[in-house]
Nanobody, 123 residues
Framework: VQLQASGGGLVQAGGSLRLVCAFSTPTFSTYVMGWFRQGPGTKRDFVASISASGGSTFYAESVKGRFTISRDNAKNTVYLQMNNLKTEDTDVYYC?????????????????WGQGTQVTVSS
């Protein structure tokens, strides 16, 4: 079982990036998927989560209206579209999976983690 995140990079403030996370499990459609971010010396913060079916999404207040989480269960993939990026969005972003249901905003509730992808937003 492995999560592989990609899509990070350097972008100017106001720009966009799309993060992609592939989860190598035949039961992908049963997992709630989440995105978290973490800076140096800080805790891992919740960004967004999506239900197993994709019908429900939940966002941190700081990204609501700018970020969109989605998933394609046929491709075992979850996405994070990030628009109108701000310098404070600079962090390492992680995708994660949990077998629990609900919004799941606590990183301790997630069982599987990707390796992280760096997002840097310049002013």
């Amino acid at each position: 079982v492995q999560l592989q995140a990609s899509g990070g990079g350097l972008v100017q403030a106001g720009g966009s990036l799309r993060l992609v996370c592939a989860f190598s499990t035949p039961t992908f459609s049963t997992y709630v998927m989440g995105w978290f971010r973490q800076g140096p010396g800080t805790k891992r913060d919740f960004v967004a989560s999506i239900s197993a079916s994709g019908g429900s999404t939940f966002y941190a207040e700081s990204v609501k209206g700018r970020f969109t989480i989605s998933r394609d269960n046929a491709k075992n993939t979850v996405y994070l579209q990030m628009n109108n990026l701000k310098t404070e969005d600079t962090d390492v972003y992680y995708c994660a999976a949990t077998g629990l249901i609900g919004p799941r905003i606590n990183y301790e509730e997630y069982n599987y983690w990707g390796q992280g992808t760096q997002v840097t937003v310049s002013s």
